[in-house]
Structures are given as structure tokens and as C-alpha cells.
């Protein structure tokens, strides 16, 4: 009886859990939709309604009314034992594209008229802020144009482009299977066509999402698939796919109708998980030459790969890469599937080609359902995090346009509260997002009206309206779109790293208290009680002492430089330099003047017209205090030849890492 009731009680505990946790990713997915439901209202009267201001994340002004937020903790004063918070505002900030070429410009009209939609939500941004004050972390939009419009704004330099990251593709298109299949034949050693295929792989892996499936078919002499099935898109299985293509060399013939048969026999392979069934598939060719294994002729090949049984479901995408590329064929397997044909003649062009596929699969689609990103280690330091995104249409055509996507990020930490089962609450997330599985609803007619001129389908009905892909802009121009022009923080390296250090702006002093065995042993159960005895002794202890510091220090300072100062480090520098101000020289290295803000928290405090002693062979930590007769702490990392900001801005992207 006593087991029974156990059992009983363990049953009820459980259900309870669930109960709570559905409902709160419920109010996520609700709040996600406001979010998309008021861009989508607002970009109707976009021509119409008044113009407020939006400030570029990463400027020479910097938007006034900031506030320090612990919450959105940063391990950029890793060194520092307590926590460094982020400079926020309580309104919008916009990061323009600036990852390819052509740069995403400020001076565009149709981008200008996002930005001001975007920032005539900011109200829907904070009411939903205020409801859940302490467990959402960034929301955002980020526009099918490029404009990552942010909430809460905050400085942000890190190159970025929201069309190319997992929470955008992945809604835009909905849950999906992808296939890549490739020409590995030794012809694609020329002009660097196997760099740029490896490279645009790479990108298009990158966009995927743990509610997609994913294969991969290379070919030559023969075909050679990656598994016999698709697995699913997990970061650990897409970081295999890229490992697999990076191992390849070219080599041999060119077999189409190997290739083709291979993929056909790994969808027929392929079977549902135990998280759900594989969605419509999406099939990307890609050749640089004409078959010459295998079946050559061209109409026995067509005939062959029109009959096999599981690509007639299947949309292609088919791509010729070089001026000696067969067009014939390629263009001919995308019409049989109802895809899109490109004639790509540079390897330059091939990554924005391949990777625009996701365009044209959002075009006649609705996605009503929001899908979560896999978890993700966030780069600000808050811990494991996913994002929850929806699609924006522009309602007024049909089909509908894709406007952008609406984000909202979550700490995963806040979901494991509820229920301490990470892989229960892992899959839980995953089922949500492969019920946003969708179709396409593009007839042949209407595709036919998005292939461009000369790669257009014979035969084919032309009586649709055609599709209207660009925007109508409004008839006068936006005026007052941003408060300040772009003028983006040096970023420079001179390092090893592909990865140059990446400006934020955060709240991280070396004010220190009083605290006994508190540094360096704030683990496990203890942290709980630090957070409940620190914060409050830091607000009316700390806090105040360095606020004092800083204002008799304030007098110091230079008054033509108001803002941060910034130090670009360059290795072996002279042994003693004059630090002032505003203006801070090391050897080989320019430091830009920038503005101090009064009131403001730094990090060091530099004593102006003073000379200070520089180890040239010593790493420096750029949150260190300087003294005057001593040398900088030599004691602590800091990568040479980045640029550093004391106090003010240090190496880790702010922002959404997904």
C-alpha cells in the first residue's frame, strides 16, 4: 500500500512539472508571436506613422539613459571574482549586416523603413520585458534586408549577419530534410572551386537546425554517401558533416546518375526517430562539368533520374559552377522537381548563391509555429540558451513575403528549474520544433516566375500573376532613421587567431571588498550564498567607495575626451610611455580618442601626464589599476597585439550566439 501511494505521489510530482514547464515554454512561444505580430502591424503603417530614432549598436555616440545589468553577466573580467554586467538601454539597438559583400547600408530606403518599424515596437519589447523581468534575456528581429534590430540595445561591433544564423534560416524555412550533393571530380581543382564549395558547405551546415535532417552525397567516378541515411542536424553531427567535406580532395570522373541513385536510396533509407518523422526535402546539386561515368547520355539520365521514386517528392536546387559547367542538364533536373537553376561563373559567387536557397523555400510558405534552436553555450557567459523564433510575413501579397524573424533568447538553466531532467527538457524543445514542419505551396507557374531570364522552365503554364519578390517602398523618404552615422570601433588584430578581439561595453570595475575566503572558493553550494550576502554589502559598500574614487578622480580627466580609453597592444612595446587620457600610446600601436562619460564605471583608473612602467615581454590584463610606481600587473593574461578598452570594452560579442 505504502509503494503504491509512493508511486502514487512520484506520478503527481511529476505531472505537476511537466504541467509547469509546458506552460512556460507556452508563454515563451506566446510572447514570440507578439513580438512578430506587432512588427507585421507596424510595418503596414511603416509610410505613414512618425519617425523615432534607432541607434547603431556599434557607433561613435553611444545612446544616453544606460544602466548596468548583472543579468546579463559577461566572463570578460574573468578575472575580477565578482560579476561584470552589460551596459543596456532600455530601447533598441540595430546591428546592419556587414559579414559579405555588398555591406548592408544605412542609407537605404527599404532599410530604413525596417529600422523604423522596428523601433516602433520597442513598446511590445518592454511590456514583455516587464512581465518577465527575470528570465528573458535578449529579443529581437532580425529583417530578411539584414537589420538585427535588439532588445535591450547594447554595444555591439562583432561582424553579424542575422540571414545566415540557425534561429533565422531555421524559421524562415521551417523544419526540413537537406541534401548537399557534390562534385568532387578532379576539375573542380581549378580556379579554386574546391575551396569555394568547402566553404559555402560550411555556411549552408551552419544554418541548420536539430529539427532538420541532413545528408551529404559526394561524386566522382563513383558516388559516396556520408551515411546511408540522414541523420538528424545536431551541432555535433554538423560538425562531423563539415569535418567530412573539409577531409575531401578531388579527383576522377564525373557520374550524375550514381549520385543521383545514391540519394534516392538514402531517403528511401531514412526513418523516423523517436522525436519525430522527417519533413519535405530539399535537394542542393552542384557540378562543374558534364557526366562522363556512369549513364552519359542526356535523355536516358533525365529519364533515369525522373524515375526514381523518392525525388519525386523532392525540390531540387541545381547549380554549374565555371563557364565549362553542363547547363543543360542541371537546369532540367531542377524543372523536373519544381526548383530553381543558377549558373554561378565565379567561385566568389558561390557562397551567396548556395546560401540564398532559403529565400525562395520561404516564399509561399506559413509558418504559424515558432521553432527552438538546439542549446547553445552563450558568448556573453549566461550559461546554456536557446531561442525561440517565428517567421514575419508581409500578409498584404500572396503568397506571403518573408519580412524577417522574431527571437527571444532563454536561459536553459531557468527550463532545468522546473524539471532537472536537461534531456527531458531538451526533447521537449526539439518536438516543437519538428512540428513546425511545413511545405511549400509554390505552384510550377509561380516558381517558373522566380527563375531569372534564360533559366526559366519550357513548357510551362505562364498565366499566374508573377511573384512579387521586392517591396514597395514608401514615397517619401525616411528621415531621422538613425540618431548617428555609422562609424564602427576599430577592431584590428595582428594575432594568429582568425577571430579579432570583439568590443562590448560593460560594467567591470577593480574595486574590491573585504571578503575573507571568498575569492577563488565561490563554487557549487556556496554560490547560492554569495549572491545572497554579496550583492546587497557590494550596492551600499563597494559601490558607494568607488563611486567616490571615481569622482575625485573625475577632475583629471581631459574634458575634449569623454568615453572610453581604448589601447591597441602591439608586442615588445618600449619600456616607458606616457598613458593620458583620451589618448594612450604604446609602441606601434595608435589608440583612437574616445569619449570618457562621466559617472560612468571603468575598469582602470589612470592617473593623466603620469609615466608608467611597461613590461615589454608581459602580457597585460586590461581591467588592471595602474600605479604610478609600479609595473602593470604583470600577473595576468592579455592576448598582444588586440585592442583592449580599460574598463570599458573588452573581447566577447555581445548578443545572440545561435
Known sequence: ????????????????????IDALISQVESDVILIRDAYEANFKTRCSSATTCSYHSCASAAPPGRTCNLKFVTTE???????????????????????????????????????????????????????????????????????????????????????????YVGAATGAKN???????????????????????????????????????????????????????????????????????????????????????DMIRDTVADENGSPCKTFIMFLTDGTPTEGVTDPTTLLTMIDNLTYLKTATIFAYSLGSSASIDIPQKIACMRNGIFESVLSSDELSLKM???????????????????????????????????????????????????????????????????QAAVKKKLLIKSVNACTSQSLNACQMNSLRATGSKCTGVDSSCTPIQVNFDQCSSSVTNAFCNTLKLVSITSTSSSSTADKPIEICCGTETCSTGGIIGGVIGGVIGLFIIIFVPVYLKVCKPKADAEREANSG??????????????QPNPTNTQNIQMGNVGLSGGYVNNSNINQGQSYGAYVNPNTNYNVNPNTNYNANADFNPSLNVNANVQVNQGMEYNFGGQGGAPIGPAA
Open 1 to 20: 500500500m505504502k509503494q503504491l501511494l509512493l508511486l502514487t505521489i512520484i506520478s503527481l510530482l511529476k505531472y505537476i512539472i511537466t504541467q509547469d
Open 355 to 421: 546560401n540564398s536557397y532559403y529565400v525562395t523555400l520561404s516564399l509561399g510558405m506559413n509558418v504559424a509555429k515558432p521553432l527552438w534552436v538546439e542549446p547553445y553555450i552563450d558568448a556573453q557567459g549566461l550559461g546554456e540558451m536557446s531561442t525561440c523564433s517565428i517567421p514575419i510575413y508581409d500578409r498584404t501579397v500572396s503568397p506571403y513575403r518573408l519580412l524577417g524573424v522574431a527571437g527571444i533568447d532563454v536561459i536553459m538553466g531557468d527550463l532545468y528549474k522546473l524539471m532537472p531532467d
Open 178 to 264: 537537406f541534401i548537399l550533393v557534390l562534385d568532387f571530380s578532379g576539375s573542380m581543382q581549378n580556379e579554386n572551386r574546391e575551396d569555394s564549395l568547402k566553404s559555402a558547405v560550411k555556411l549552408l551546415l551552419g544554418t541548420l537546425v536539430n529539427a532538420d535532417w541532413v545528408g551529404i552525397v559526394t561524386f566522382s567516378t563513383t558516388a559516396k554517401p556520408y551515411s546511408t541515411a540522414l541523420v538528424r542536424a545536431t551541432k555535433e553531427n554538423v560538425d562531423k558533416l563539415i569535418a567530412y567535406i573539409m577531409g575531401f580532395n578531388s579527383s576522377g570522373g564525373t557520374n550524375f546518375s550514381d549520385a543521383f541513385q545514391k540519394t534516392n
Open 556 to 569: 583629471n580627466s581631459n574634458s575634449g575626451n569623454s568615453g572610453n580609453v581604448a589601447v591597441n597592444v
Open 77 to 167: 573580467c574573468e578575472k575580477c571574482w565578482k560579476p561584470a554586467g552589460l551596459l543596456l538601454n532600455d530601447f533598441p539597438s540595430i546591428k546592419l549586416a556587414d559579414v559579405y559583400s555588398p555591406r548592408v547600408s544605412d542609407t537605404d530606403e527599404y532599410v530604413k523603413e525596417v529600422v523604423k518599424t522596428g523601433q516602433s515596437i520597442n513598446t511590445t519589447f518592454q511590456s514583455i520585458a516587464t512581465r518577465n523581468p527575470d528570465f528573458y534575456k535578449w529579443m529581437y528581429v532580425g529583417t530578411s534586408n539584414g537589420a538585427w534590430i535588439s532588445y535591450p540595445g547594447s554595444v555591439y561591433c562583432d561582424k553579424y549577419d542575422n540571414r545566415y544564423r540557425p534561429w
